[in-house]
């Protein structure tokens, strides 16, 4: 598959700021087709090692053939537990590039894109037993509203579950097509597009339980990194990257860190540079890179 299975995003930048060492240890989170990773081993000597996380059977064809490449068909929310399997307490730079693959959003029967006709699925494990048609079918009214306002920052979030959950009385919603047929009523004309991938964004995290998994993944970082290891990630949403931003300034998600006597923080990170994103000319030739947002932070002693 290659790159045909998904393009990178701000490759360049991403890989630089693991500010890569030959025999060094590090971790590709979001393995996809890998692309991150042949440029990360590209700058690898013999000694050096790269291990590849990815739960989607669709992404397995892609491993690469290299004795220094070990890719572990999992969740990354299982990162620690899985570098202590093989052996591994630190490692020296984790990259992750967050979101939805190319290759996912291309695969009609996948669910995820709002292009095509599909069953409502949007698994990315496809082991999984949470779908589409679950959230859609099963959820209770509030809770159904509460994944639309959380996770797709929708305004009408109320007016849509109740619709859903009124038609579904009738007869299970089981296709894309009859979603958004149900939701016109919710939808401005010159936003339809919008709004609809907003839909789509909150039911995908819902089902992939993404920003827990975001949460549960960095704070394991700051046991894993070495002194001095880099983190190297891309976001593509608000909610990914406000999770990202602050863990990097002060270790958390909510609150500020406690000051000593002397009015002093410990955080785990520094900041390395500020806020990257693709360029006129990336955006030209993938689209899908215009929302990425890339932040990098360094593992401080302590």
Known sequence: MGNEYHVPVLLKETVDGLNIKPDGVYIDVTFGGGGHSKEIMSRLGPNGKLYGFDQDQDAHENALNDDRFQLVPHNFRFIKRFMRFYGIKKVDGIL???????????????????????????????????TAYEVINKYEEQALADV???YGELRSALKMAR???EARKESPVK??????ELLQPCMIKSKQHKILAQVYQAIR??????????????EQTQDLLAPGGRISLISYHSLEDRLVKRFIRNGMFEGEPEK?????VSVPFKKVGGLIVPG???ISINNRARSAKLRIAERIEG
């Open 205 to 218: 995290i819902e089902v992939n339980q993404e920003i827990q998994v975001l949460k549960e993944f960095l």
């Open 260 to 264: 000593d006597v002397f009015g002093r």
């Open 96 to 130: 992750g590039d967050f979101g939805v693959s190319s290759h996912q959003f291309d695969v009609a029967e996948r669910g995820f894109s709002t292009r095509f006709e599909a069953d409502l699925d949007m698994r990315m494990n496809q082991e999984s037993k949470l």
């Open 148 to 150: 639309l306002f959380q």
């Open 280 to 282: 006129a000319q990336e």
């Open 175 to 180: 296709t894309s097509a009859q979603l958004k």
């Open 163 to 165: 619709i859903i959950c």
